[in-house]
C-alpha cells in the first residue's frame, strides 16, 4: 500500500517568507509526528498528533512554527517568517494505535531559506 | 532528560569485516531502543528494536543497561549494507511514546 508522503519535496522561501508543508499519513494512523533534520543531524522531535488532537508540541523551536491536522488524517506544517537557520529536513512519520512501536517516515521536505 | 549519543560519524570497512556502531544513552525510565537506517535516496525506515530480539539483515543489537548501551552489530559486513544508521530511544508519555534520535553514524562498506 501507500506510504507516509510528503510534499513539496523541495521548497525554497525567501528569508521572511512563509511556507506551508504538507503530510499525508498511512490511511488509518492514528499518531502523527514532525521532525526537523538540520545537515549532519539526527531527525529531532517538533511535534505528534493523536488523530486531531496535537498533543505534544513541546519540540517546536518557535512560535513561528505551527502545525494542524484537522481532520486526524492530512497535516501541515507552517513556518512564518522564515529564517537561515530554519533550512533543514522535514520529516513526518506516522503510526498505528497504540503506544509505542514502528513509525513509518515520508521521505522528507528540504527547506533552504535564502 | 533523554540522550542518544553516536559517537562515530563515519564508520569505514571492508566487505567480510565485522561492524559495530556504537549507541549510549541516558534516560530515567525503561529503555526502549531502535535501530533506524537511511539508505541513499530512500526514507528512515526501522532496521531492528531491541524488544523484537531479531537478527534482520545479519544485524544484532543487544540492550546493556548497565552500560546504556545499544550497539549494533554484524559479524560481516556487505557492500549493500553502507548507508546511515541512526540510533533512537522511545520516551513514554501520557498514553503516547516519541522518539530522541542520535546524530547518526555513516557505514561505508568497500569491496
Known amino acids: 500500500g501507500a506510504g507516509v508522503s510528503q510534499s513539496p519535496r523541495y521548497k525554497v522561501a525567501k528569508r521572511g517568507q512563509d511556507v506551508a508543508l504538507r503530510c499525508d499519513p498511512i490511511?488509518?494512523?492514528?499518531?502523527l509526528f514532525w521532525y526537523q533534520q538540520a545537515l549532519g543531524q539526527g531527525p529531532e522531535f517538533l511535534t505528534y498528533?493523536?488523530?486531531?488532537?496535537?498533543?505534544?508540541k513541546s519540540g517546536l523551536p518557535s512560535d513561528r512554527f505551527f502545525a494542524e491536522r484537522p481532520e486526524g488524517s492530512v497535516s501541515t506544517l507552517k513556518i512564518q517568517r522564515t529564517q537561515q537557520e530554519d533550512s533543514a529536513v522535514y520529516l513526518c512519520?506516522?503510526?498505528?494505535?497504540?503506544?509505542?512501536?514502528?513509525?513509518?517516515f515520508g521521505p522528507g521536505t528540504r527547506l533552504t531559506v535564502l | 532528560a533523554q540522550r542518544v549519543t553516536q559517537p562515530e560519524k563515519l564508520l569505514s570497512v571492508f566487505k567480510g569485516a565485522p561492524v559495530e556502531l556504537k549507541c549510549n544513552y541516558s534516560?530515567?525510565?525503561?529503555?526502549?531502543l531502535f535501530w533506524y537506517v537511511q539508505y541513499s535516496r530512500q526514507r528512515l525506515q526501522l532496521l531492528l528494536r531491541?524488544?523484537s530480539r531479531e537478527s534482520i539483515k545479519g544485524f544484532t543489537a543487544d540492550l546493556n543497561k548497565g552500560e546504556t548501551s545499544f550497539h549494533l552489530k554484524k559479524p560481516f559486513a556487505q557492500e549493500e549494507d553502507s548507508a546511515m544508521y541512526y540510533c533512537?530511544?522511545?520516551?513514554?508519555?501520557?498514553?503516547?511514546?516519541?522518539?530522541?534520535f542520535g546524530k547518526g553514524t555513516m557505514l561505508l562498506v568497500s569491496p
Open positions: 512519520a506516522s503510526k498505528g494505535k497504540g503506544v509505542g512501536g514502528e513509525q513509518f
Open positions: 490511511s488509518g494512523h492514528v499518531s
Open positions: 498528533f493523536q488523530n486531531e488532537a496535537q498533543l505534544d
Open positions: 534516560y530515567s525510565g525503561s529503555p526502549e
Open positions: 531491541h524488544i
Open positions: 533512537a530511544l522511545e520516551r513514554l508519555n501520557s498514553g503516547y511514546s516519541t522518539l530522541t
